[in-house]
Structure formats: structure tokens, C-alpha cells
């Protein structure tokens, strides 16, 4: 592999949210930064820079990561859904989206982003996930403003509404 210099922009192609794209990045952009500012998916929020409060995960070829953490060059031929992702058709909320609107699970709204990403991750792998493991897997995610119980109500609302159209698809 040939060596780089730190200003050259290498072109780095994946697919985001279903579709193939392409961003010129050097060797230390983070994931973050393609996004946002290459891509211009802002809805991927940088919180703290340490992959320690959540709000920039998205989902990597089917796993939750911290964008904050991934170099963009190391997507190069992955797929990639943020949050915009999440949206069954332009304009609409998805079923997890409403459930927080709802429910109130968001106030300032940074934190959410990542929180969805790892629901909808975790509700497509584990539709009956019970409560405790829906804590698990929000525990990787800081909430400053709204408080964990209306994030968990909307969280506990959004797999019943899932798992009862699963169930009426099932018996159509």
C-alpha cells in the first residue's frame, strides 16, 4: 500500500442509506466528518469526540459503531445507514421516530440520532427484546436533557407497534 501524506484526499466510495456515494477524504478524516460535512448528513451528531456518549452511531454493514472512531477510509466499499436511513419514505417518520415524538424521548435532540440507529438495529435483530436488554443497549448512550424514561417508554411503544404489524403482515 503506498504511503500517504497527511493533506492527500483519496476518494473513499460506500453506500449510505441505500445509495452508492463518494467523498474525498486525507487519511485521518473521521467517518463523522464525510458524513456531515462531505455528505452533508448532519442528522450523525459529534458529541464528544471519544466515542464514549453515543450520538454518532450509525450502523456499519448491519453492527452499531461510533462514527467518531472510524477513519473514512476505512468504509471504503461498506454500507453505511445514519439516521436519515430510518425514514420509510422521504418525509415520513418511521415507527421508532413517531414513538419517540410521541412519547417525548427527545428534548435538545443530539443524543437521538444515536439512540435510534441502535434501537432500530436492535429491534430488527431482537424484536422481542424485553426491557432490560433494551437498557443494555441504550446504555452506551448519554442523554443530558430528556432523562431515560420517556426515551424508554417511547423504546417499549415503538417494539409493541413493530412486533404487531409483524404479526398482522403474518396473518394477512
Not at 460506500?14 to 467517518?31: D, I, M, Q, S
Not at 445507514?81 to 428534548?107: C, K, M, N
Not at 424485553?130 to 443494555?136: C, G, L, M
Not at 448519554?142 to 417508554?153: K, N, Q
Amino acid at each position: 500500500m503506498p504511503k500517504l501524506t497527511k493533506a492527500e484526499r483519496r476518494p473513499v466510495r460506500f453506500t449510505l442509506n441505500g445509495r452508492p456515494v463518494e467523498a474525498l477524504a486525507e487519511p485521518r478524516t473521521l467517518l463523522t466528518d464525510v458524513l456531515r460535512h462531505g455528505l452533508g448528513a448532519t442528522g450523525t451528531h459529534v458529541g464528544c469526540e471519544h466515542g464514549v456518549c453515543g450520538a454518532c452511531t450509525v450502523e456499519i454493514d448491519g453492527e452499531p459503531v461510533r462514527a467518531c472512531l472510524v477513519l473514512a477510509g476505512q468504509i471504503d466499499g461498506q454500507e453505511v445507514r445514519t439516521v436519515e436511513g430510518l425514514e420509510p419514505q422521504a418525509g415520513t417518520l418511521s415507527v421508532l421516530q413517531d414513538a419517540f415524538r410521541r412519547h417525548h424521548g427527545l428534548q435538545c435532540g443530539f443524543c437521538t440520532a444515536g439512540i435510534l440507529v441502535t434501537l432500530d438495529l436492535l429491534f430488527r435483530n431482537r424484536p422481542d427484546a424485553d426491557e432490560a436488554e433494551i437498557r443494555d443497549h441504550l446504555s452506551g448512550h448519554l442523554c443530558r436533557c430528556t432523562g431515560y424514561t420517556p426515551i424508554m417508554r417511547a423504546a417499549l411503544d415503538a417494539r409493541d407497534r413493530l412486533n404487531q404489524a409483524r404479526r398482522e403482515v403474518t396473518h394477512a
